[in-house]
C-alpha cells in the first residue's frame, strides 16, 4: 500500500510542476522562450521569467517519452506515459505557442518602428522642399 501512496504522491507533484510552468507561461510578457535544439525526438526550450522580482531560468528538454526540466540547478525527470504524456504533450504546445506569440509582437514592433522610420523620413524630405522653397524665393528678390 505504501507503494501506491509513494507513486501517487510523485505523480501530483509531476502534475503541480507541470501545472506551475502552464500557468507561468499564462503569466504574460515577464516570460521569454526559446527553442535552441531541435531534433526529430527531441527538443530544448529555454525559458526565462521573472516572479516577485526574482529571475528565473528553466530549461526543458524533451527527449522521446523522457522530460528532463532543470530550474536554477534543480533537476526534475519526467517519464512521459499515460496521463503525464498528455499534460506534457500540453505544455510543449505552449511552449510553441509562446514563441509563436512572441514571433508576432516582435515583426509587429518591427513593422512600427519601419514605419516611424519612413515617417521622419517624409517629414524631413518635406522640410528641406519648404526650406528650398522659401531661401531659393528670397535669393530672387
Do not use: C, P
Not at 502552464?22 to 529555454?46: C, F, N, P, Q, W
Request: no cysteine.
Amino acid at each position: 500500500m505504501n507503494k501506491v501512496v509513494g507513486k501517487a504522491k510523485l505523480l501530483k507533484q509531476d502534475i503541480d510542476l507541470t501545472n506551475k510552468y502552464l500557468t507561468v507561461l499564462d503569466a504574460g510578457e515577464s516570460v521569454h522562450v526559446r527553442l535552441v535544439h531541435e531534433t526529430i525526438v527531441y527538443k530544448r526550450y529555454i525559458m526565462d521569467w521573472q516572479q516577485d522580482v526574482h529571475g528565473y531560468r528553466t530549461v526543458i528538454e524533451f527527449n522521446g517519452s523522457v522530460v528532463k526540466i532543470t530550474e536554477n540547478g534543480f533537476v526534475h525527470m519526467f517519464d512521459a506515459t499515460g496521463y503525464m504524456k498528455w499534460k506534457l504533450g500540453v505544455l510543449r504546445r505552449a511552449l510553441d505557442n509562446k514563441i509563436k506569440s512572441q514571433n508576432k509582437a516582435y515583426d509587429k514592433a518591427a513593422k512600427k518602428q519601419e514605419r516611424a522610420q519612413k515617417r521622419t523620413e517624409n517629414v524631413q524630405k518635406m522640410r528641406d522642399a519648404l526650406a528650398k522653397f522659401v531661401f531659393d524665393q528670397e535669393k530672387d528678390k
